[in-house]
């Protein structure tokens, strides 16, 4: 993955620091800003919201990933009020939102295709909401400047919606949903309209934003490194369900269960059983490898006997030409099947001899390579015992 | 914002086939439309004659240019001063805008909610219900008004029905008055202004009202502050739709109207069959298209100039 180096970057490593000491959800005593209480939600014979529970704290930039019809768009208009919970309750700062019309909730919400007044000028669709509130024309005309200067639209203010591009209009819409300053901005796949280089600088603007202005974020996307960006935290959903909540780096190197581990990034799975474990490590009979696979870092107790999946990123997979020395753990051997360029990254394929693929991935750290790998060379693939995930679900 | 890409220079044979392309149109036009007109304006000049045709002076040709010359000389504004003069004509002209005017508002008030149900209703429902709205056009408009008379009629429908469910004792007395009118005309231009309005309201993007119920605005604000400007274009083309043919309608006021409901279609009629006055018939109708061009030209240019700021 590549990332712009400029000075953008040296602001988001800022952020970096402020978020690294940032944990509500560790805090016993913190109480949550917004909670979903047993939410579910059915359409009919189709339930959309499943059961669900889920606490998200003051301040934090949160998304709510998975495939489209996983139900994350319906949770998120159910927190604006576009749609009714069938059983449970949304309470947002104390307040009970059952019933609450959209109108009277302190939230506000950026949508997917912008939903810009046509025959309304930036300034006017900015103001809009502020009219609502029947605020004096002096303090709404300060606002939307305010607003105009934060996503430095300030010279477009008399323009039209259709005389702007995607990426001014979806400003302008930003703009419009801060106007109020809610409590709670709710994004829907604010990026997808975006070509790639204004998807990567929206995405630090977008956190640096919610850092200056103190606010919380609620991020619905499918886009899984949308996600792992901008996130402090991360619910993972499936099917009306939230399978796991956790900073992006825990879902990435602890999923919860097989489902996590192949939506986010990449991944080799492996099945075996439990041969023995304990204290942290279990041996593992792999059926693709001949010699038996010691994990650590085991987190939970795993009884001898039982089928587990193995879960190895590409990246901590290591590749030789020659055999690694005698007691290095876990060594598999193989063929290259495949080599994928990718200029910073290079994503091999290796074929083991029952017939599995193993997807490696190495980073190309000098620009010229003595002996480079081809296909049908080969090779060898080990890995660390801490490199894999043991998951039973 | 992106510009339209300049087609591909064609050389001088293309560019004489891509103006016979407007040509087309122009001249069905020229031929159909300015060609009657200059008829109609030439007999609104002349005067009326026991002859046949009942007007003087006839162009006739084989008398030479001398003879086309000596009739042009006897052409005259006479019969738009008498417009001026008489009365009837003007009072019969402000009735019919009056009545079109009134028309105009029922048909708004009753044709938009129609297109807006139309517009909400699930799409497959919406080839079916525009098909009942066009239905009507499938049989004879003069039959339909003649079916009007019989339910409005004092031993008609309406009354036997109203007289039946004990709500009135009389008979209604409906026909032949301005009321009767009203329904005809808003029953048979209902059409015209809920297509245009329904084509407005269909392309309608319904999140924008959310984005307003987002912002802190009610339902029934959202529908004035939001729906309503952006329905203006096919609300402005449905009235101009009516209201321009209603001024004109002759039929509907004829058959159920009574004798007090002046408008200008009647009087242009009796002009022309019962008195045999046609230049003076064609002057009433001369003076009518200008005045009715006025606002559609005026219309034409407003839309022009916002296509112009647009870009």
């Known amino acids: ?62 998304c709510l990933l998975g495939p489209s019809g996983c139900g994350k768009t319906t949770l998120m208009r159910m927190l604006a009020g576009f749609e009714a919970a069938s059983e449970g309750r949304i309470v947002l700062a104390g307040q009970d939102l059952s019933g609450v019309p959209p109108y009277r909730r302190p939230v506000n919400m950026m949508f997917q295709s912008y939903a810009l007044f046509p025959h309304m000028s930036v300034e006017r669709n900015i103001a809009f909401g502020l009219e609502q509130d029947r605020l004096p024309k002096a303090e709404i005309a300060d606002r939307v400047v305010e607003m105009l200067r934060l996503v430095q639209l300030e010279p477009f203010a008399r323009r039209r919606p259709s005389q702007l591009s995607g990426g001014q209009r979806q400003r302008v819409a930003l703009a419009r949903a801060l106007a109020k300053r809610p409590k709670v901005l709710l994004l829907d796949e604010p990026l997808g309209a975006l070509d790639k280089k204004l998807r ?75 041969i023995a474990a304990g204290e942290g490590r279990c041996t593992l009979a792999v059926a693709d490898a001949p010699e038996p696979v010691s994990v650590a870092g085991v987190a939970e107790p795993l009884s001898p006997g039982r089928e587990v999946a193995l879960a190895l990123r590409p990246e901590k997979l290591v590749l030789t030409q020659e055999e690694p020395p005698p007691h290095t753990p876990n060594v598999f051997a193989g063929t290259i099947w495949d080599i994928g360029y990718l200029g910073d990254w290079t994503i091999y394929l290796v074929r083991l001899a029952s017939g599995k693929t193993l997807r490696v ?21 080990h890995f660390a015992p801490e490199a894999g995930v043991v998951l039973t679900r | 914002m992106d510009v339209a890409p300049r087609p591909p220079d064609r050389g001088a044979l293309g560019r004489a086939l891509s103006a016979l392309v407007p040509a087309v149109p122009f001249l069905w036009l020229a031929f159909f439309f300015l060609v009657p007109f200059a008829i109609v304006f030439k007999i609104a000049l002349s005067e009326p004659a026991t002859a046949q045709p009942p007007y003087r002076p006839v162009f006739d040709l084989s008398q030479g240019f001398e003879g086309l010359r000596e009739a042009f000389s006897q052409l005259s504004f006479y019969n738009f001063t ?61 039959i339909r008004v003649y079916a009007w008379i019989g339910i409005l009629k004092p031993e008609g429908l309406l009354s036997a029905l109203l007289i039946n469910l004990g709500l009135i004792s009389e008979p209604l007395q409906i026909m032949n008055t301005d009321t009767a009118v009203f329904i005809g ?115 034409r240019d407003i839309e022009a100039r916002r ?5």
Not at chain 2, 275 to 282: Q, V
């Open chain 1, 200 to 274: 990567e600088e929206t995405q630090f603007e977008l956190m640096d934003l919610q850092v200056k202005l103190g606010m919380t974020f609620l991020v619905v996307t499918h886009d899984q490194e949308e996600a792992m960006t901008m996130a402090d935290r991360i619910a993972v959903m499936d099917h009306g369900r939230i399978v796991q909540v956790a900073t992006p780096g825990e879902i990435y190197e602890q999923p919860a269960s097989r489902y996590v581990a192949e939506f986010i990034g990449d991944v080799n799975i492996l099945e075996g059983k439990v």
């Open chain 1, 361 to 381: 991935s190495r980073a190309n750290v000098t620009r010229f390579v003595e002996r480079p790998l081809s296909w049908d060379d080969k090779v060898f693939v």
């Open chain 1, 1 to 62: 993955m590549s990332m712009a180096v400029d000075g953008r970057r040296r602001g988001s490593l800022a952020i970096g620091a402020v978020r690294r000491d940032f944990a509500p959800w560790a805090d016993p005593g913190a109480i949550p800003l917004i909670r979903f209480e047993q939410v579910t939600k059915r359409y009919g014979e189709v339930t959309a919201v499943d059961n669900l529970s889920l606490d998200i704290y003051e301040r934090e930039f949160f």
């Open chain 2, 82 to 142: 008498l417009l001026l003069e008489d009365s009837l004509y003007f009072s019969s002209f402000i009735s019919s805008l009056r009545i079109a005017a009134v028309s105009t508002v029922l048909l708004l008030a009753i044709g938009f909610p129609i297109a807006y149900a139309m517009a909400k209703a699930p799409e497959r429902w919406r080839p079916t219900l525009l098909m009942l709205v066009i239905l009507p056009f499938w049989t004879s408009f003069l």
């Open chain 2, 185 to 299: 005309i808003v029953y048979s231009y209902l059409p015209f202004m809920v297509l245009p309005l329904y084509a407005t309201l269909e392309k309608f993007d319904y999140t924008l009202l959310e984005a307003a119920e987002d912002l802190g605005c009610p339902p029934w604000r959202a529908f004035w502050r939001i729906t309503v400007p952006l329905a203006m274009p096919g609300v402005l083309a449905g009235c101009l739709l009516c209201f321009i043919p209603v001024v004109g309608e002759f039929v509907i006021p004829d058959l159920l109207g009574g004798s007090e409901t002046l408008m200008i279609g009647r009087t242009l009629w009796s002009e022309f069959f019962s008195n045999r006055d046609w230049p003076l018939a064609s002057a009433v109708a001369v003076v009518l298209l200008v005045l009715l061009v006025g606002p559609i030209v005026a219309y």
């Open chain 2, 307 to 311: 296509w112009e700021k647009a870009k």
